[in-house]
């Protein structure tokens, strides 16, 4: 199915606009509660294949297809944890939050069917601390499901007895507990420190015991996919992302906002004709594709579509350079293009001053480096402060090559992908914005 | 002194303790319980939750400091959290920001004399469709305008001092 096609089909949005979404009445009655039902009633294996069928990927950033995850827990694994990723806060999404605010209960369903068809007695939903307002919604929907029965008591299923309890825990302020291993230490009350993979969660997660995380709105998907089948939603989408994709279209447009889209939609489609167009009368400079940690697109890169592979690979967006005409190499001659990661779709037009926005960018990472990897540490904080010097006009000869310098020795030099995190959009905003940095260099001297 | 949990953060703390196969795992909850409970978590506090959950408090310490939302201090009763980050910047964030500072007389990381407001720069707090935006507690506010963060601040300043009065009143 093209995009086309799939206009106006809603999965994780379905229940926006409807009054007291946030509800358990209201969600049953819009038919809440049955894609578990139906669950429960097949094998675990079934509803494993069901999400690998369904071609759904993780909407947290990486991508990765869902149903291979799950099957990466060991069938003699004593005991499976779920958690859920809604600490949300990479600049430019904003998406759980509302999913959270408007929906509550289709995470909730989502949960207890992965939970089962995972062998999860006990479910964690991470919610990020300054979401103090969600928390509350989130809370009193546990408590609505846990007095319906849905959760805390056993059910009869397809293999035997299964009982779910469902706990809401809040983060205390801190980007990087958004990583899942950071996350996992968090939850065990300790600072939020990436931990070494291997082992990864699906092994030894939580507590020591096999976990998976998942992002909100990719756990959010699971009652349709048991509800239609794997094949509806597989077939919804592109050849190898299945589902809708949902985005947050922030910045110099007529009208920003938290769409659920086809998958594939062209970035042009989404900002010309969904968004309205450009909010002033300038034209687009460039925009970031999937929040603050994806290297960004200039104006001659908006024909293509937003799909995970498409914007990893679309011979039409240019390769990120280490210096002009020398390719960034990620390991094994693998070429950054650029990534769909968390669908925060941050666009920009031509007064926007792009040193000093890739400034504001690193000094986030600088700030939000957990600090246990040198390059990520040193790396980070160098690249705040040369980028800032620049942005304001005191940059100094051979910054430009230093910037790059400095990110390369980041990338593929830590424990988690915060370095990459920083290096990327780094070498992303040189390479197509380096005459802007240049020019930045050249007032400077003048000066 | 010795800081003690009220009866009621006890029964928080006792359910909270259900929830998670050992106690460590619930230092983010109760330290959030403590800090409602005390406003800020100064060493006293910090013993307490120590105590509770039989951790060292060199462990608490490491926690507490880790984390943005954890205050050692006594801050104002309003967190104004104000985002910069890039989609706030693209669409005034700063701008914000400079306008509270001016208004309220105090920094950014600083408490007005009266106790009332603290101002904090905050990064995305997951509301960039409606830029600039900045939350107090669990109010979010949205599409800002200086106009806009005049007529909130005078809102939050009289529910401030009805507060006030309220506490002075159940005391007496
Ligand atoms: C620095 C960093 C921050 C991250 N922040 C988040 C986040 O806020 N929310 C999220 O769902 N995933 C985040 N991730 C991705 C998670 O590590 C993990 O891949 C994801 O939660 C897996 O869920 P998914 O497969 O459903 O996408 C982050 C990753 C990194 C490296
Ligand atoms: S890469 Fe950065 S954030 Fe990640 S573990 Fe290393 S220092 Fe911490
Ligand atoms: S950038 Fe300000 S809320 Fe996201």
Known sequence: MGWEDAKGIKIVTKNFGVTDSHKLAIYSQRGGWSGFKKALAQPRATLVDEVKKSNLRGRGGAGFATGLKWSFVPKEARRVYLVCNADESEPGTCKDRELLAFDPHLLIEGMAISSYALRCEHAYIYIRGEMMREAKIVQAAIDEAYAAGHLGKEHGTAEGPFKLDLTLHRGAGAYICGEETALLNSLEGKRGWPRMKPPFPAIKGLFREATIVNNVETLMNIPDIVEKGGDWFAKLGTSKSGGTRIVCVSGHVKKPGVYELPMGIPFKDLIYDVCGGMSGSRPLKGLIPGGSSMPPLDASELEVPIEFDALMTDPRIKDVEVKPGVPFDMGGGRKLKTMAGSGGIVVFDESTDVVALCARIMKFYAHESCGQCTPCREGTGWLARVCTRLAKGEGRLGDVELLANIAVGIAGNTICALGEAAAWPMLGFLTKFRTDFEAKLAKAKAA | ?172
């Open chain 2, 1 to 172: 002194m010795a800081l003690e949990f009220s009866a009621q953060a006890k029964q928080q703390i006792e359910r909270l303790l259900t929830r998670y196969p050992n106690k460590q795992a619930a230092l983010l909850p109760v330290l959030h319980v403590a800090q409602d409970e005390f406003g800020h978590l100064p060493d006293e506090a910090l013993e307490l939750v120590a105590k509770t959950l039989e951790l060292p408090p060199s462990h608490v310490f490491g926690v507490i400091t880790f984390y943005t939302m954890f205050h050692r201090a006594r801050t104002g009763a309003n967190h104004l959290m104000v985002c910069t980050n890039v989609s706030c910047m693209l669409k005034g964030g700063y701008e914000i920001l400079g306008h509270l500072e001016r208004k309220l007389g105090v920094k950014k990381g600083e408490t007005t004399p009266d106790g009332a407001f603290t101002i904090v720069e905050e990064e995305c707090l997951a509301a960039c469709a409606n830029a600039p935006m900045m939350v107090c507690g669990t109010d979010y506010f949205l599409d800002l305008t200086p106009q806009k963060v005049d007529v909130i601040l005078d809102d939050l300043k009289k529910r401030y001092e009805q507060r006030k009065l309220e506490t002075k009143k159940g005391a007496s």
